[in-house]
């Protein structure tokens, strides 16, 4: 089956700096990656919408400038949390669709900042 | 406005049956999903249904009918591994996939 590989899984940072994850879709082009984040006990939350060579559609509330979004290619999409502050700890998870019905999720990564 | 109800919590022991209901009020329908989602980790697809009735998958079954906006997943000969928590999305007519809160199921031995 379709396989999404997420990168890195945990990551800690200092505060002010910035960290990118990847994800990565394996054995299908992606045309579309979706970017969530996950609260404790929550829903996930769609942040981002993107589309192989063009700019991310953001939801409503999300900083764009904060979270940089780049999906240069039909298998890579990253997400760079740009000066991180505390608040922005959580898990973030990628998701990606060849076009056809069906999202196959990343792993997750659970961002700490401090 | 959107909104995927489904209860906050539930708890069954081991070696029996649980249902988990969602209902919907979306813009559009294009088909429910059920996920999977152990802590510390991303969901994993269990099944996904577009037209009424029962689709069948091992232990695990799930339900849907449109014209009542509702589904249940049925999760059989329940195991430990079982706890977890169960998502339910419905992607809308934009294909969004819009997602409920999740059902976090407890088994007890």
Redesign the interface.
Known sequence: GAVVSQHPSRVICKSGTSVKIECRSLDFQATTMFWYRQFPKKSLMLMATSNEGSKATYEQGVEKDKFLINHASLTLSTLTVTSAHPEDSSFYICSASDGAVGYTFGSGTRLTVV | GQNIDQPTEMTATEGAIVQINCTYQTSGF??L?WYQQHA??????LS?N?LDGLEEKGRFSSFLSRSKGYSYLLLKELQMKDSASY?CAV?DSN???I????T?LIIKP
């Open positions: 294009n088909g999903f510390g980790e991303a969901p994993t697809f996904y577009v998502l992607m294909y969004q996939l997602w409920g809160a999740g976090k």
